[in-house]
C-alpha cells in the first residue's frame, strides 16, 4: 500500500513500518537495528500528515520515545512491551 501514496502519507506508513521492523529486530537481539529504524519511525510519524485525524499519533510517540531513550542508553530492551495503535473517536455527524 505504500509504494502506491506519497508525500505525507507514505512518509508516515513507512514509519509505520520501520516501528513495527524496530520490534522485530529488537526481539532479535538487534538493538543496533532496533535503535535506527526506531528514531527513523519517530521522525516520520511526527510529521504532519492526514492519518492524525484516525490515528492517536501523539500517544503512539509517547509509548516508544522512552524505548528509544533505553536503547539508546545501551539498557536491555529486548521484552519491551508493543505499542498500541489507537484509533481517534470519530467525530459524531448530526443529520439534519
Known sequence: ?????????????????QLTVAFHHLRNGNRVGAGRLLAAAVEKLALDSPERALIDVEALLAAVRPLGEQITAGESAEKAALPQIRWRQAQRVSAK
Open 1 to 17: 500500500m505504500w509504494l502506491e501514496c506519497s508525500g505525507d502519507r507514505k512518509k508516515f506508513l513507512q514509519g509505520l513500518i
